[in-house]
């Protein structure tokens, strides 16, 4: 009697939730990653990489370089990658950026916020400054090639 009280619940909650796949895959997003010792393209999902070489620097060559790990990140099997462990260091600026997008700051904005707080947090740093212009930078090209 109780399996098939649950069972009939189980019925109700499908039949209530019509949307829903049964075996849908969990949503993945490229992420775009920096911190000491990565610098690249992330599954959200498993840990799936592709790093940015490391003497690439014209912007035209980072766009190909983006659209191609795009095109690698599509084509990936997250089965064949280990699950992503959430991180626990410093979050990068560019992740700082997306929060700011995400409440609804336009992307200039964000990223002009996100520069005066690096400045604030850290006025003698000229290093750290520098650093979140070159995210920043990243970031908007990224944003107008439509790569984000």
Request: net charge positive; glycine share 4%.
């Amino acid at each position: 009697m109780g399996q098939e009280a649950c069972a009939s619940k189980r019925q109700r909650l499908k039949d209530q939730n019509p949307t829903r796949k049964p075996d849908s895959k969990p949503s993945r997003e490229p992420l775009w990653r920096i911190d000491r010792n990565f610098q690249g393209w992330i599954c959200s999902a498993c840990e799936w990489n592709d790093p940015i070489p490391t003497l690439l620097n014209d912007p035209d060559a980072k766009t190909a370089y983006d659209r191609l790990a795009i095109a690698k990140f599509r084509t990936h099997d997250c089965a064949n990658h280990a699950f992503r462990m959430p991180s626990h260091g410093p979050e990068s600026f560019t992740v700082r950026i997306r929060k700011l997008i995400s409440r609804g700051f336009k992307p200039k904005d964000a990223v002009e916020l996100v520069l005066q707080e690096v400045s604030i947090e850290a006025p003698g740093d000229l290093k750290l400054q520098a650093q979140a212009e070159q995210e920043a930078e990243d970031f908007l090209r990224r944003l107008r090639a439509g790569l984000i």
